[in-house]
């Protein structure tokens, strides 16, 4: 056994994880914690990791559906759940729409509802930056490119927390309230989907949407599980990620007034900036595998069906890999980090989230010249998975 003592539930980790990826990295790297799951720590061994053909997805669902005391709604059927060939496959009908190509040309969209959010609050001094930037901002856009109407985007908001939330789960007891809201909010989403898509069924447009309704309408492509499994995924990881980056992030930024002052004098670094934000701070803090054979790291031999967790929050902050890594230092060169992931499962949404990073921080610091921390201490979510904050108040 290691020498750590991990419960990733206590709240100070949660409001500040990264002193114990600090003390696991160096004194337990390869850890074996009692709820039931392995937790890596090191750059290398997480790369390692997320790289490896042998450490799969699918047998996953289990491990979900006894945290949740149920089978769950669309878990197990979208690509971030699956192994190839089926993850091939799912991937590939909706890669076309995520290519950095097609996600440059959405950047005067971007620009104008970003404006438009800003111009919103001219005027008023002060505004919480999540309820009215960083979160509107990715839910719109992922609305517009699905085709999911973004004026329901309030009877989904909470679904979407509940669903981010719910990514919780496989580290808490069984049947827990945070299990249990997900599933709820699963079946409420699905339903809306449900509707959704009979709709558009009768109405094709030109969205991502329609496209996936008629791969599962030639029949062997995408069954209708897959199809609603995909439209949440796509939902979900469309916004309540890229909300934390531009959270997170600007709160870094205003933690670190040199930092801030010289991207505001050089906005053109905006492009290492958002890479270093993601590194320091980022919206995803691990993932999950299993391996579907023993496998060993570091020494300590991990069964196959075993769970995984390779901490990616974990693996930026590794000195190894990072000089100097607890520095925010937005003109890093060489910064491989892993907060989109790595191999098979490398984020499909990586190039929209990085247009959106960028033109939000960059107009909020352009049209905003005085922004400032309008709260001492600003509380991050109760929330281990996915960091973000639960409000971020400022004044401009
Ligand atoms: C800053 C924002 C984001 C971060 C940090 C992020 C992070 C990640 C990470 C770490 C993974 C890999 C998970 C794993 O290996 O298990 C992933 C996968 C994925 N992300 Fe993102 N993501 C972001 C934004 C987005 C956006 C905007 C979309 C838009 C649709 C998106 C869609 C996806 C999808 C579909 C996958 C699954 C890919 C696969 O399984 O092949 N993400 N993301």
Same mark, same amino acid.
């Given at each position: 056994m290691g020498e750590v003592t991990f419960n990733p539930m206590d709240p100070e980790f949660v409001a500040d994880p990264y002193p114990t990826y600090r003390r696991l990295r160096t004194e337990d790297p390869v850890h074996q914690n009692p709820l039931g799951f392995w937790v890596l720590t090191r750059y290398e061994d997480v790369m390692a990791t997320l790289r490896d053909a042998r450490a799969v997805k699918e047998p996953i669902a289990a491990f979900v559906a006894a945290r949740f005391g149920a089978a769950v709604p669309?878990? +197990?059927?979208?690509m971030l759940d699956r192994d190839p060939p089926d993850h091939t496959r799912l991937r590939g009908l909706v890669s076309k729409a995520f290519t950095p190509k097609m996600v440059e040309r959405l950047r005067p969209e971007v620009q104008a509802i970003v404006d438009g959010l800003l111009d919103g609050v001219?005027?008023? +001094?002060?505004?919480d930056l999540i309820e009215q930037f960083a979160y509107p901002l990715p839910v719109t856009v992922i609305c517009q490119m699905l085709g999911v109407?973004?004026?329901d985007r309030e009877r989904f908001k909470q679904w979407g927390l509940d669903i981010a939330r719910g990514l919780d789960a496989i580290m808490l007891?069984?049947?827990s309230e945070v299990a249990r809201r997900s599933v709820a909010s699963r079946h409420a989403l699905t339903g809306y989907f449900r509707e959704l898509i009979a709709e558009r069924r009768t109405t094709p447009r030109a969205d991502v949407l329609s496209d996936l309704i008629a791969a599962e309408e030639a029949g062997d492509r995408l069954s209708e599980p897959e199809l609603l499994a995909t439209c949440i995924l796509l939902l979900i990881a469309g916004h309540e990620t890229t909300v934390n980056l531009i959270g997170n992030g600007t709160l870094a930024l205003l933690r670190h007034p040199d930092q801030l002052r010289l991207l505001r004098e050089r906005p053109g670094l905006i492009g290492s900036a958002v890479e270093e934000l993601l590194r320091f701070d980022g919206p995803v803090q691990r993932t999950a595998r299993i391996p579907s054979e023993d496998i060993t790291i570091d020494g300590r031999t991990i069964l196959k069906g075993e769970l995984v967790m390779p901490f990616i929050g974990a693996a930026d902050r590794d000195p190894a890999q990072f000089p100097d890594p607890d520095r925010l230092d937005i003109t890093r060169t060489d910064n491989r980090h892993v907060a989109f992931g790595l191999?098979?499962?490398?984020?499909?949404?990586a190039p929209l989230a990085r247009v959106e990073g960028q033109i939000a921080i960059n107009t909020l610091l352009r049209r905003m010249p005085r922004l400032a921390l309008a709260t001492e201490r600003p509380v991050f979510r109760q929330s281990l998975t996915l960091r973000g904050l639960e409000s971020l108040q400022v004044r401009f």
């Open positions: 669309a878990i +197990g059927f979208s001219e005027g008023a +001094g002060t505004m109407p973004v004026e007891p069984p049947d191999g098979i499962h490398f984020c499909l949404g």
